[in-house]
């Protein structure tokens, strides 16, 4: 069974320039949820993809935008890039359960974006 | 709106010994999951340990066990017989109906040998 991954594992960017992060979903998993944490924060979530659609926003801005593809993994794309926008952007997978309130995500190794 | 509080931004304890991590939530839902997830250096998102609401039992894994108290809307976190490999950020999650996780600000634990 193969985990989540995530590319790159550090990006460098400066301040206005577009950034897409990459994320493979773990095998079996069709929805993928995308996190910033900050340095020395918890996570903070931006959204969420179910079966190629949004299925949730956190309080981020619209220059934060992604995507899902049929094979379940994900895009997340940051335009106009900012100096908070450095953090930790980490990627989750998990399997939609009808349970509601079921969310077990699994975690990939995260990207370590720096705004400059 | 959920929050989840961790109040407590380092512990430091020697190897062996057992140490209890600490963290409240406020939600008006009924039926909802409540995580530990341990984050070591390397950054990877580790999942330790799920309670569901719904359960009375404390759930428990090896040397990890937590202590549910629905009422008081509480879950800590127990260590038993810490090891040098459990030293790292801790964070207390929160998982209801809308899906999305919401996090504490975590605990860094050391374990001191």
């Known amino acids: 069974e193969t985990g989540v991954t995530q590319s790159p594992t550090h990006l460098i960017k400066t301040r206005g320039q577009q950034v897409t992060l990459r994320c493979s979903s773990q095998s079996g998993h069709n929805t993928v949820s995308w996190y910033q944490q900050a340095l020395g924060q918890g996570p903070q979530f931006i959204f969420q993809y179910y079966r190629e659609e949004e299925n949730g926003r956190g309080n981020f801005p619209p220059r934060f935008s992604g995507l899902q593809f049929p094979n379940y993994s994900s895009e997340l794309n940051v335009n106009a890039l900012e100096l908070d926008d450095s953090a930790l952007y980490l990627c989750?997978?998990?399997?939609?359960?009808?349970?509601?309130?079921?969310?077990?995500?699994?975690f990939g190794p995260g990207t370590r974006l720096t705004v400059l | 709106a959920q929050t989840v509080t961790q109040s407590q931004p380092e512990m430091s304890v020697q190897e062996a010994e057992t140490v209890t991590l600490s963290c409240t939530y406020d939600?008006?839902?009924?039926?909802?999951?409540l995580f530990w997830y341990k984050q070591p250096p390397s950054r990877q998102m580790i999942l330790v340990i799920r309670?569901?609401?719904?359960k009375q039992q404390n759930a428990t894994e090896n040397r990890f066990s937590v202590n549910f108290q629905k009422a008081a809307k509480s879950f800590s976190l127990k260590i038993s017989d810490s090891q040098l490999g459990d030293t790292a950020m801790y964070f207390c999650a929160f998982g209801g109906f809308s899906y999305q996780l919401i996090w504490g600000a975590g605990t860094k634990l050391i374990i001191k040998p």
């Open positions: 989750a997978s998990s399997s939609k359960l009808e349970d509601p309130a079921y969310n077990e995500q699994f």
């Open positions: 309670q569901e609401a719904y």
């Open positions: 939600t008006s839902e009924s039926n909802y999951y």
